[in-house]
């Protein structure tokens, strides 16, 4: 990894992209520490060393890396463009327009794109209101001073303008790493915002009861966990598939031999995202709900976070939004009917419907690992740092998958393009 990036820093153009992408990650994280107009920087430091948070804002707040709680002008972070783009996958089911664009190639995907951006707008809009509005109240648990003193409407709507300028800013910055720099740039914002809380938390953990111990303990599980996730993200199914000879004029086209890769954990970390939000519900109505009802007691001595049934909900949520997201995103029949189309056919096989189920059945299999290895990857952590009496969500198994999974795809893209400028290799 580091003599990739060594290579890299040595060639003058993938040195001007990479200098481009850490000079976009400095103004990203010059951002999270701006506070939004109206946003009292000292009260909302001290809400922050005396109050405790809700599940949901804190894994937002993570997503931003640390944006949220500091109410900066970046304080939605790259939330809104990644519930955007999740929607947009989902209603390629629902609406066939969308399916009809996805198919279009490359203009329809550009639309696509602009669809995702007016949403992004939207919620941010949405999500602004909602983190102003419960800035006093909800975002700070147990805070003795106001973050947003100011609560007049003008104020308000100035602060939530900042904010979706603020999010519309992250999404331009994000398409310009993609398009100038090295990587997704999306996934590299959430990279570095997630990798920024590490050092503080770290910090936190040495300051804490038995501090070196729980550091060693941490680090040597963040070791273990990254070299499994490691391991079964670069793990994947190949399933051959031959295409016949054809001849048309004088010449002969087709007659190789290929296969199609199928991850093990196609679904990505999508699948704990959407059981985080959704468990974090029953939370904020908590929070909300009549205290004395029967149903808010309830929900306080079930679904606490770290109990069991909080615990098995989140795994059972797990596993079927891993089977949900990965039919969206992988359609046995289309894959079939493309192979048919040109000539191509998986060898003991008839090509057509009996590929589909082929391809189904092998899907379905692997899903049921793959589902099994998120739940797992994101309870361990959860189980064992709750024994320790840490609670932070930068030590989640959520963070480590992404940090481990953009790293290995920042690599495999800087590789890939070394690979074009010195090619000498390929001639030895």
């Not at 999740?86 to 664009?101: C, D, G, N």
């Not at 007016?118 to 602004?128: D, E, N, P, R, W």
């Not at 999404?171 to 790493?177: L, N, P, S, T, V």
């Not at 391991?231 to 086209?253: D, L, M, N």
């Amino acid at each position: 990894m580091l003599s990739a990036f060594v290579s890299a820093f040595r060639t003058p153009d993938l040195r001007r992209k990479l200098l481009f992408t850490l000079g976009i990650i400095v103004i990203y994280r010059f951002g999270t520490f701006m506070p939004a107009p109206g946003v009292s920087y000292q009260n909302v430091q001290q809400c922050l060393n005396e109050a405790g948070s809700a599940d949901l804002l804190s894994m937002i707040n993570m997503f931003s890396g640390g944006a949220m709680f500091q109410l900066s002008v970046f304080a939605l972070g790259i939330m809104p463009y990644i519930t955007a783009s999740i929607i947009v996958q989902l209603l390629r089911v629902v609406i066939p327009r969308f399916e009809e664009l996805h198919k279009e190639g490359q203009s329809g995907t550009a639309k696509l794109t602009q669809y995702t951006r007016y949403l992004t707008v939207g919620l941010a809009i949405m999500q602004s209101a909602v983190v102003i509005t419960v800035a006093n109240s909800t975002l700070f648990l147990g805070c003795t001073v106001d973050p947003f003193p100011d609560t007049s409407a003008g104020s308000v709507l100035l602060a939530i303008v900042t904010m979706t300028a603020g999010t519309g800013l992250i999404m331009w910055m994000g398409e310009q790493i993609t398009e100038r720099g090295v990587g997704n740039g999306m996934s590299i914002l959430i990279f570095s915002g997630i990798a920024a809380s590490f050092p503080p938390a770290m910090g936190q953990v040495l300051n804490s009861n038995n501090g070196v111990r729980n550091f060693i303990f941490i680090l040597l599980l963040f070791l273990a966990i990254t070299i499994v996730v490691v391991f079964v993200e670069q793990s994947q199914r190949r399933i051959p598939v031959q295409y016949a000879k054809r001849v048309i004029g004088r010449r002969t086209y087709g007659g190789s031999t290929t296969y199609i890769p199928i991850k093990i954990n196609m679904a990505n970390v999508i699948p704990v995202i959407f059981a985080s939000s959704l468990l974090a519900l029953p939370t904020m109505a908590m929070q909300f709900g009549d205290q004395n009802a029967g149903w808010v007691q309830w929900l306080s001595a079930n679904y606490q976070p770290n109990s069991f049934w909080y615990l098995l909900t989140f795994a059972l949520l797990i596993i079927f939004f891993a089977f949900f997201y990965t039919s969206i995103t992988f359609n046995p029949e289309e894959v079939a009917d493309n192979m048919k189309r040109y000539g191509g056919f998986i060898p003991g096989i008839r090509a057509g419907a009996p590929t589909a189920r082929y391809l189904k059945n092998v899907i379905t299999r692997i899903t049921w690992v793959g589902s099994f290895y998120l739940a797992t990857i994101a309870l361990i952590p959860t189980v064992i740092f709750s024994e320790m009496g840490i609670t932070m969500m930068a030590f989640g198994g959520t963070s480590i998958i992404i940090i481990v999974g953009v790293g290995l795809q920042t690599v495999k893209d800087i590789d890939a393009q070394l690979q074009q400028r010195h090619y000498e290799g390929f001639l030895r």
